[in-house]
Structure formats: C-alpha cells, structure tokens
C-alpha cells in the first residue's frame, strides 16, 4: 500500500537531512577535502526541495487551478533543485578525483531538462513527463559518476571508487527503474496522486540515501588514510634523506681533519726552505705525516668495507695507535681495559668518528703537554663506554680556549649521544668519554 502525500514527502525529508547533516560534518571536519563542498551543496538542495514540497496545497493536484506564482515557486523550483542536485555531486565527485568540474555532456542534460520541465510545469502540465524526465536525468547524472569513479586509475583510491561505482551504478539502475515504470503512464488517464505515490516509496528514497552517503564516506575516507599513508611514505625518505646527507657530512669532516690535515701540513713542510742540515728532518716529518695519513685512510675503508666491528677489534685499534703514536714521541703508556669483547660496536662510522677524537687528543698531549706519562682506561658495559685520558703535563691553560680543538672533541661526544668531561688534574690534565653502546649517531646530531 502507498504512503499519503504527506507521509511520503516527510519521510524523503528525514532521510535526505540526515545526508546533508553527514556531509555537513565531513565538510566541516574535512574541508580541505576536493569536492565536499559541492556534495554538502546538493544535499541542500534536496533538502530545500523537499521543503518547498512540504508547503504544497490541494491545489497542486489539479494544476490547471494553480497559479502561475504557485507554479513557480512550489512546483518548477523544487524540480530545477531536484534536476541540478545530482550535478552537483557529480561536479564534487570529478574535483574530488582531481578532474574539471564541469564536463560538457552533463551540462548538455541538465539544459535540456530544464527545457522541457519548464515547459511541461508552465505551458502544459503533466505530472507523469516530469517525473519520468525527473528520474532519467538523475540517472543519467548518476551514471556518470559511476563511469568517472570506476575510470579512476589512482591506486591508493583503486578500492574505494570501485566500491563507490558499485553503489553509483545500484543507484543508477533504481532510478532507471522507477523511470520505466512511469513512462507507460505519460499520457494516460491515472490521478496525478497516484502517479506521485507510486513513485515517491520511502523505501526507495531511504536506500538510496543511504547507498549514496556510504559511497561518498567510504571515498573520503580511504583518500585521508592514503594521504597519511602518503605523508608516512615522505616522512621516511626524507628522514633517509637526512642520514645519508648526516653520513656524507660526517664522512668529509673525518676524511677534512684527518687526510686534509696532513696534505696540509706536508705541504707547508714541502714549501719551507731548509737549510742541507734540516732537510732529512723535515722528510722524516713529512714521511710520518704521509704514513699517518694513509693509515687514517686504510682505517676508514676497512671501517666502511667491514661495518660489523667488534668492540675487541676496535678496542685493539686504537690501543695500537696509542701505543705507537706514544713510543715515538717519547712518552710511556699505562694500559688498562675491562669489558671488551666480541659484541659489536655499533656503526662504522660513528665508531671511527669516536676514534677521531680519541686520536686528536692523543695529538694535544704529543704537541701541548708536555707530559712524560699518559694513563688510558677503558671500560665497556652493556650500555655505555667510558674512556678516561690522563696526563701528567703542564695541563690547560687557565681561561677561555682558542681554536676548534676542544670543541670539536665536544661535537663528536655529543654526535654519538655521549658527554665529554675535562677536568685539571695534578699534575696534567684528564679527559673523560662517556658514550652509549652501540656507538651510533644521535638523530638531532649535525656532525
């Protein structure tokens, strides 16, 4: 049994609010979203359509007592908001995918319902042709939608506008349906009321409501989880990025102190114009200087050829670096290591970043200490690695410190997450590394 007139306009009314109050959320949540504001548009058109309906009168049924303001304003009107609404969602859905809004063929179908409801509405009445042309053109309008969503080739949206398009093409085909059941009776001698009835069901105006809102809701949804998905994406090679950029940066810094330093210094000895006397002096400098060079650089291509260093390795690295560098320049070394043993050390160059600094200041004793003696103890936990200099030289000058030297040892303890503590001893001075195992670098480090 058909619903009354009243009935079946109320019911279409709650079922389109509620459309419009979810677009009306997902606008206001999501307004940076393409096309939601067109789809909350054509839902207040349908809404205000339904409005107008409400207000008709008696007098409707029997248009050839109606006037021509009646005419206007509650029958032409409410259908033109009717015709345009599925347009409009149409123009959301194309921005929405990132097409023009406007395509030529729609706009084609709408001025030619335009026509000929106008026409039908004021010239002559037949309720039957307008909603027969009413339901061809809505599923015209949302047949396309259906074709432009599933001609979508974009793969993060690939599920959802295949979905949606189902649901497009099943609201399609009940348009299309209903369109076909009036069209045998244009013409015929059937009360308009029955006509109206027969085709305003609550259950086909709910269904597609509902079909329609899902379909919209399931394509905003899966295009904000794509972007996220998207910004995860770019978050990650950009963070790749920065520590490949980090690892060049630091890479130039050891290879600049240590290699360039020595070309450097070879050639201002090269340049300095000795007497016979001094020129074997300055070749053995510029040998140790050549032999250290090429040491530092073996030490990094094997470091970088053979990343997965143990801490005993390691450890014997550098004790041989210390030892040799120390017996060549007069001074005695007292040794002592706990804890050391065939676990890795961390990152390659984050382990050779560290012997740098302990490198450079084995260097400051040589040249500024004047020391006779220099104690190093190491010791190595599961978390941490603690590395302690001490000297019995003349010790830092008191006040505020000149050049990079001292800085930079700074730098590079904190680079690996570490601290470096400098205190005066008596006699001498004492410098202490405390660095978190596995030695890596910190994500805020600059190198």
Not at 72 to 84: E, F, G, Q, T
Not at 221 to 247: F, P, S, T
Not at 268 to 274: E, G, R, S
């Amino acid at each position: 049994m058909d619903p009354d007139y009243y009935s079946a306009v109320t019911a279409a009314l709650l079922a389109t609010a509620s459309q419009m109050l979810v677009f009306g959320m997902l606008w206001r949540i999501q307004r940076g979203t393409p096309g939601m504001g067109l789809w909350f548009g054509s839902t207040v058109m349908i809404v205000a359509a339904m409005l107008v309906f409400m207000t008709r009168s008696n007098v409707w049924f029997n248009q050839s007592a109606a006037s021509l303001g009646f005419s206007l304003s509650r029958i032409l009107l409410p259908n033109l908001l009717l015709s345009a609404a599925p347009l409009v969602f149409l123009a959301g859905a194309r921005r929405f995918l990132g097409k023009p809004t406007l395509a030529p063929l729609p706009l084609l179908v709408l001025a030619t319902n335009l026509g000929v409801l106008t026409w039908y509405t004021l010239v002559t009445p037949d309720l039957a042709l307008r909603t027969f042309l009413q339901e061809a053109t809505r599923a015209v309008f949302f047949l396309l939608t259906a074709a432009t969503l599933f001609a979508h080739r974009d793969p993060d949206l690939r599920l959802s506008t295949r979905v949606a398009g189902v649901i497009f093409a099943l609201v399609t085909c009940s348009f299309s349906a209903r369109a076909a059941l009036v069209f045998p009776e244009i013409g015929a001698a059937i009360p308009n009321e029955q006509i109206l009835l027969s085709k305003n069901a609550l259950l086909g105006t709910t269904v597609n409501c509902m079909l329609w809102t899902f379909g919209a809701v399931f394509l905003v949804q899966q295009r904000q989880a794509a972007v996220i998905a998207r910004l995860h994406r770019d978050a990650l090679a950009m963070e790749g990025e920065k520590r490949v950029a980090e690892h060049q940066l630091r890479l130039s810094r050891d290879l600049h102190d240590g290699f360039g330093g020595a070309a450097a210094s070879i050639h201002l000895l090269a340049a300095t114009d000795a007497s016979p006397e001094d020129s074997r002096r300055l070749l053995e400098k510029i040998a140790l200087l050549a032999g250290e060079a090429n040491s530092d650089i073996r030490s990094m291509m094997n470091k970088l050829d053979n990343p997965e260093l143990s801490r005993s390795k390691w450890l014997a690295e550098f004790r041989f670096y210390a030892s040799t560098l120390l017996d060549g320049a007069g001074l005695r070394l007292e040794w002592q290591a706990t804890g050391f043993d065939s676990a890795l050390i961390g990152d390659a160059l984050a382990s050779l970043s560290l012997l740098r600094a302990l490198k450079e200041v084995l260097h400051n004793i040589v040249r500024h200490a004047q020391a006779h003696t220099v104690t190093i103890s190491c010791h190595a936990t599961t978390e941490a690695l603690a590395i302690h200099l001490r000297d019995d030289g003349i010790g830092i000058p008191p006040g505020p410190t000149t050049g990079r030297g001292l800085p930079g040892l700074h730098v590079r303890a904190a680079d690996l997450g570490g601290s470096l503590r400098i205190t005066p001893a008596a006699p001498g001075t004492s410098l202490e590394f405390l660095i978190p195992l596995p030695l890596a670098f910190t994500p805020t480090g600059q190198g």
